[in-house]
């Protein structure tokens, strides 16, 4: 089973750069575009929003896509 996050949780993922760590802002059950990107997320296939700590920057993920950092 995926994994569930929550607000505040500290969270890595891989990007064309590496591994990046940022934190939960919130979860994403209904379309929402982000920028000029368009987030298919639902109830079924929830999408997270996280916020980079390096760059600031926000973006969607997929729980699958996302690990929980111990800190």
């Not at 209904?30 to 079924?44: L, R």
Request: charged share 40%.
């Amino acid at each position: 089973m995926t994994e569930q996050f929550k607000k505040g949780d500290k969270v890595e993922w891989n990007t064309s750069r590496g591994k990046t760590i940022g934190e939960v802002e919130k979860k994403l059950t209904s379309p929402t575009d982000i920028k000029e990107h368009h987030v298919a997320a639902s109830k079924e296939n929830p999408e997270y929003l996280v916020k980079s700590d390096k760059s600031g920057k926000e973006a969607a993920h997929k729980p699958e896509s996302l690990e929980k950092v111990e800190e």
